[in-house]
């Protein structure tokens, strides 16, 4: 019998205010069975955001200490504080054949490419700068300054798609969830994923 | 404004008997704006087929010219025959931003992929070399001696699937015909395809 490919890493990026979080809580609810990867941060929550849903919140001591211990697949210091994504658990899902979605910042998701070149990076870009501009104002939860550094790098960010595999653009985000979706399963079938399948055809018993 | 890029090349490719006919006629018929690849052959034409539309069929003394003049993006012999696809058709279909379908045995496929190879390389694959064995003798259009050299060739040629983008098994026609469609719709969000968009965000007039 052909060993079967891994579970795929799907690396959903892009630049602040693109709308990459909306995207992927539809995917999450289109994709039950997918592994979602929860990130560790020392940044203090968000209204309604959870600890171990959205992020694992935590000390600067603590994510350290993950740092020192290589238990993180990538960490960034980011205004002030510290996002990394833990190894264990995305390591554990692909390995079990499960597919594992990260969603993270530009920074993260090179690093992560750098280890894992055959996952697969998709970069959520606004249809505007106008309309990133609006969507991070409207979020609100940001200082006013925090915005204003994310608006000047959000521009110098976007020169980072070329390191993607896709360009999705976020007009509205039930359809380009539905991109999304078209990526991934065009990627499987992949070759590196369904070579296995010539293997089983040329070793089958008559 | 940026340069949009050209049409995609799609090469559907596989062992003989794999469906691949099949297949692209379901493409044409759900694609009708795309272009679509028709190949010079020196070999008899079966029953039902028509010049200009399943072969333009000529003379080895044609095909010879057109292959000194390099009127051809590729060429083999193949079981004694000439077959070959005129370069102009393709070339030109491409810059106009048309996307063109070539459907082509492997050693063709892979003498376009030395010169394409942003092309998108799809190969698809019987679901057992049982049926594919069935399905060339089901055909009746050959004679023994050829159906005999096809079967011993195909379990090799199935090896050269590591050569291309994408492996579909051709089960239904109908559904490998959908996954094709799959991947093409994919295809459209490369970075290659799709970073045009990115210089038109950063140089929108604010």
Redesign the interface.
Known sequence: MAKKPEGLLIVVSGPSGAGKGTICEILREKLPEMGYSVSVTTRAPRSGEKDGSSYFFKSTYEVKGMIRRDELLEYAEVYGNYYGTPKKYVLDQLREGRDVLIEIDIQGALQIKKRFPEGVFI?I??????ELSARIYKRRTDSEEVIRKRLSSA?AE??Y??E??????NDVAEKAAG?VL??L???R???AR??F??DE??H?K?
Request: some cysteine; charged content about 25%.
């Open positions: 970069f870009v606004p249809p505007s700068l106008k521009a976007l020169e798609a070329a993607y595999d896709y360009i999705i653009v991109k078209t990526v399963d065009a990627e079938y992949r070759v369904t070579y399948i010539i055809i040329c089958e008559g």
